[in-house]
């Protein structure tokens, strides 16, 4: 069975800490995203990888970098967490980039 | 650049009832269409997809959407709704080939079925 599996289901840290999204497939998918979901804006797209060590932004990329060393594992990194960022923050995989892709748990990330 | 509209951002509707959730998209172009559900604290789950073929898809928990190019839309229906069924639905397109060669969502509609 597919699956994408983000290292927390819930987080809190403070503002200014730097912090540190995880997220593993098992799927041998070549593409990786990273979303923020909020109410009433849907999904938008931080940061998406199509093989290891390349990246582009998506739509909201400020405040964020991201790492993809290895194949499976995609890293989300809040530089310097503010409390804006509180959030739901989804991973995603898939095979191509305009097809399913198939989501983690999602991490509730509070910023205090 | 590619859009997706869901116009209703939630619909309540009593069990055992019928259900449509709109969605409409902006492309000229050849497109991949798919609908997730996200039940609360959860990832999102693949509900049903729209590649090429029949127009009328048949997804899990007996839901089916039907593809309009003239329309550009791909409704979500299903004839009987449960309690379960309540969760959010989020609807996403893709272009083949065109300038947007990602999922686009959808802001969501939050289905609240009633007893």
């Known amino acids: 069975d597919v699956k994408v599996t983000q290292s927390s289901r819930y987080l809190v840290k403070r503002t200014g800490e730097k912090v540190f999204l995880e997220c593993v497939q098992d799927?041998?998918?070549?593409?990786m995203f990273w979303y923020r979901q909020d109410p009433g804006l849907g999904l938008r797209l931080i940061y998406f990888s199509y093989d290891v060590k390349m990246k582009e932004k998506g739509d909201i990329p400020e405040g964020y970098s991201v790492s993809r060393e290895k194949k499976e594992r995609f890293s989300l990194i809040l530089e310097s967490a503010s409390t804006n960022q509180t959030s739901m923050y989804l991973c995603?995989?898939?095979?191509?980039?305009?097809?399913?892709?198939?989501f983690g748990q999602g991490t509730r990330l509070t910023v205090v | 650049a590619q859009s997706v509209t869901q116009l209703d951002s939630q619909v309540p509707v009593f069990e055992e009832a019928p259900v449509e959730l709109r969605c409409n998209y902006s492309?000229?172009?050849?497109?991949?269409l798919f609908w997730y559900v996200q039940y609360p604290n959860q990832g999102l789950q693949l509900l049903l997809k729209?590649?090429?073929?029949?127009?009328l898809v048949k997804g899990i928990n007996g839901f089916e959407a039907e593809f309009n190019k003239s329309q550009t839309s791909f409704h979500l229906r299903k004839p009987s709704v449960h309690i379960s069924d309540t969760a959010e639905y989020f609807c996403?397109?893709?272009?083949?080939?065109?300038?947007?060669?990602?999922?686009?969502f959808g802001t969501g509609t939050l289905l609240a079925v009633q007893p």
């Open positions: 995603a995989s898939s095979f191509h980039l305009n097809t399913e892709a198939f």
């Open positions: 492309s000229s172009v050849s497109v991949y």
């Open positions: 799927m041998d998918h070549e593409n």
């Open positions: 996403a397109v893709s272009d083949l080939g065109g300038a947007t060669n990602k999922l686009i």
């Open positions: 729209y590649l090429s073929g029949s127009t």
